[in-house]
C-alpha cells in the first residue's frame, strides 16, 4: 500500500514544550487512523503540521510524495478540523458554507444541502450560527470537511458536543467515506469511536506516536 501521508524523524516543541522528539511515522491511503493522548500532548499540533499550517522544528513531512514547505505550503484535498472554525454568525448554516465553497468553486448548491443532510443539519433551518447549539457546530464543521469530496479528513475531536443518535450517524457517515476510498485521521476522548471506526491507533507518549493497533 501506498504511504498517503509520512513524517520522517519530526521533532517539535510549540511554546516552550517539547511535543515530538524524532518521531517516524506513516500513514497508508485509504484507512481510519486514531491518535489518542492526553490534553496537552500534541494532538493537534500533529495535524497543524501535516497541513502545512506550522512546520516541524527538524524532519519532514511528506504529503503524497511531496515534501511540505519545500515543494508545496498547503496540502491539497484535505478536509480539516482543527479548534473550532470562525463562521458568521449572522449567517445560516447553508450561507456559511455557500460563502466557504465559493473560495474553490467546486460544488452546487445541490452538493452542499446534499452534505447538510448527511450530517443531520438540514438545510431549510432557517436558524443563524450565533443561535446554533455546540452539537449543531459541530455537524456544520463535519459539513465543511466533507463537502468537497476531499481525499483526506484531519479530524480532531469530531463528536464533541454531539447526542448518542448524531454520533451514531457520524459514525456510519464517516465508515462510508471511508468505503469510498477516503483516508481519515481522528482523535477521540471516547474509546468507544476508535474502537469501532479505526484500523489501526497511535498514543502519543514519550514524545513519540506508538502503534497500539
Known sequence: MMNLIELKNVSKSYKGLILFENTTVSF????IYGIVG???SGKSVLFKMICGFVFPDQGSIFVNGEELGKNKRFPENFGIIIERPGYLGDKTGFENLRYLADIQNKISDEKIKETL???GLPHTIKQKVKNYSLGMKQKLAIAQAIMEDQ????????FNGLDIDSVQNIRRLF????EEGKTIILTSHNNEDIEILCDHVFRIR???LEQLK
Open 28 to 31: 497508508e491511503k485509504g484507512k
Open 38 to 40: 492526553h490534553n496537552g
Open 117 to 119: 443532510e448527511k450530517v
Open 151 to 158: 481525499e483526506i479528513l484531519l479530524l480532531d475531536e469530531p
Open 175 to 178: 465508515k462510508t467515506l471511508n
Open 206 to 208: 514519550n514524545y513519540n
